[in-house]
């Protein structure tokens, strides 16, 4: 048992539930006792379905993460191995495509003084590349409107400000090129949030996916073409909280129980954007999933079956995000067509977070990815020929009295003279435990 009892986060539940200080004692009491070490069986990661059970559980592993998988997801431990992904012999390369992914961009303190510093140190990674992606997660509003929603204490409502919002969407002159916004946080400020925040994103020149506007665009990907490589986007969030959408507009999200604690994941909206993507001739389909239990390194068997059915149904790259914490990049050898592997990010992390600076939650993960399309005994393919995961970790400092905040490289610093903080250390073993074979600091 550990001598040291994790910190828990602040609760903004003490503003308005009644038993916030029971979950509190509850959670303090299973810390003491290492009460949770592999992922609690039927537990909540949808808002909506929360019980008393889950709210203890969910602040437990706040402060102390869960890092070992169900017994039956173990096996995904043995597809980590970023060895087998080469391109098949006798392709020839017609043309290529370089991404760059992130994870959750979320409000967090020190970003309004933050721009063009926040990426400075990965955009190599990010912002030179031919084609950039991250999940958005915070909605645009004015400054009055964010402060009075932040609330004097850490609100679970997630949005920001104008000066924020660049910060986390560009770098200098250059800008995400694709940002998931269908996620648990998308109506936090109502739809007026999303509009706004969609807006700005089309004024910027930047693609939304995952929230179409019109009712006609529902079930139906996201896509567009690069460098002669015809990508089609397909999404969906597990949940939008407690959050009631109008009839009429709900068509605004693609929502789907995807880890329910109820029911087996539904697939079946993102296999017909699959479909559509398909019909409209897409050389290579990307799966931007919000799903996951928060705080848990491994993903749950279920969500190991649907990401493997999903790639069968089509998808060659799933990007997972909303876990808060990194998780596995599995290297899928597909049954559709043995000569292609998916990769499979189940949780990139969260790039920006104001929560909580634990290590756990500082940690998240960049991908460096290469698309080569070209022809194999006389078809047209497009395969990953490189995936490589770099872990990253905010770091917050202060700069003539005002708060700023940098993306690390986890490798600069576990690789620099003199001796390693233990922050430092414990996202190293982070890293290597999640990823296995596919690091490589």
């Not at 890092?67 to 191995?81: C, F, N, S, V």
């Not at 950039?132 to 997630?158: I, P, Q, W």
């Not at 995400?176 to 999303?194: I, K």
Request: aromatic residues 10%; hydrophobic residues 40%.
């Amino acid at each position: 048992m550990s001598s040291i009892v994790p910190q828990l986060p602040v609760s903004p539940y003490k503003f308005y539930r009644p038993d916030a200080r029971l979950i509190e004692i509850a959670a303090r009491g299973a810390l003491l006792l290492d009460y949770w070490d592999v992922p609690l069986a039927d537990a909540a990661t949808d808002g909506a379905e929360f019980g008393f059970r889950d709210e203890v559980y969910w602040f437990y592993k706040s402060a102390r993460p869960i890092t070992k998988p169900e017994r039956g997801a173990a096996d995904l431990l043995e597809r980590r191995d970023s060895s087998v992904l080469r391109l098949p012999s006798g392709f020839a390369t017609e043309c290529m495509l370089s991404m760059g992914v992130a994870g959750d961009l979320i409000q967090a303190e020190g970003l309004d003084r933050s721009k063009n510093v926040l990426f400075s140190n990965v955009a190599d990674v990010l912002f030179e590349k031919d084609l950039s992606f991250a999940n958005y997660e915070s909605v645009v509003a004015k400054d009055d409107v964010v402060n009075k929603a932040l609330g004097d204490g850490r609100s679970f409502t997630m949005c920001c400000t104008k000066e924020q919002y660049l910060t986390l969407t560009r770098h200098r002159d250059k800008h995400f090129t694709v940002l998931n916004t269908a996620n648990n946080h998308t109506f936090d400020l109502d739809l007026a949030g999303l509009e706004t925040t969609q807006k700005l994103l089309e004024q910027d020149g930047i693609v939304n996916t995952g929230t179409p506007q019109h009712a006609d665009e529902h079930g139906r990907g996201t896509i567009l073409t690069i460098k002669g490589i015809k990508i089609g986007f397909v999404s969906a969030a597990f949940g939008i909280r407690k959050f009631q959408l109008p009839p009429d507009e709900r068509h605004r999200i693609h929502v789907a129980k995807l880890c329910s604690k109820h029911v087996a994941p539904e697939l079946e909206l993102l296999k017909r954007q699959i479909a559509d993507c398909k019909m409209r001739g897409c050389d290579f389909i990307v799966g931007s999933l919000h799903w996951g239990w928060e705080f848990e390194f491994f993903p749950r068997e279920s969500q190991i079956e649907a990401a493997h059915a999903l790639v069968e149904a089509g998808v060659d790259l799933i990007l997972g995000h909303h876990p808060h914490v990194i998780q596995p990049l599995e290297f899928y050898r597909t049954k559709r067509d043995p000569n292609r592997i998916a990769v499979i990010a189940y949780s990139l992390g969260s790039t920006t977070f104001g929560w909580f600076t634990a290590p756990h939650m500082m940690l998240s993960l960049l991908l460096d990815l290469e698309l080569s399309k070209g022809l194999l005994e006389g078809a047209r393919r497009t395969y990953i020929s490189v995936a490589k995961p770099i872990p990253v970790f905010r770091h917050p400092f202060m700069q003539n009295g005002k708060l700023l905040m940098r993306l690390q490289k986890l490798a600069d610093h576990v690789a620099a003279r003199g001796r390693i903080p233990p922050s430092v250390q414990k996202m190293e073993e982070y890293a290597k435990l999640v990823l296995g074979n596919s690091y490589a600091p």
